[in-house]
């Protein structure tokens, strides 16, 4: 549980900003493309950008955890991401099927939702 909402409603997200110096966990409720949308628009231009700027969303909830916390936080883990300067923040969301995607992917996850709709 993450602020009263359970993880079941979110898209749970392990950051590490800064190879190692700090560690967040990101609720999203939303979907895949959703989430990666909101990371691709607030990717840090420099180093100098918190993490804390993807709670500007409704729907988003960023907190910073110890390396404990985060490491018990892997096995249920939506995806991955690592903040820090804008040629090397990434993040990778895996699907219910284990398709695993990142913030450049807008054609394969337009695919996705498509093929949901047939």
Not at 15 to 23: A, D, F, L, M, V
Not at 27 to 38: A, D, R, V
Request: charged fraction near 35%; include cysteine; glycine fraction near 6%.
């Amino acid at each position: 549980m993450f602020n009263g909402i359970q993880g079941s409603d979110y898209h749970t997200i392990l950051i590490e900003e800064e190879y190692g110096y700090r560690y967040w966990i990101w609720l999203y409720q939303g979907t895949i493309e959703e989430s990666l949308k909101l990371f691709e628009k607030k990717r840090p231009d420099n180093c100098c950008v918190s993490v804390e700027v993807l709670n500007a969303d409704t729907y988003s909830l960023v907190r910073e955890v110890d390396y404990e916390e985060w490491v018990k936080a892997e096995d249920t883990a939506n995806g991955f991401a690592h903040w820090h300067e804008p040629e090397d923040s990434t993040i990778v969301i895996a699907d219910e099927s284990g398709n695993r995607f990142d913030w450049r992917d807008e054609d394969a996850i337009r695919a996705r939702y498509e093929a949901e709709d047939e």
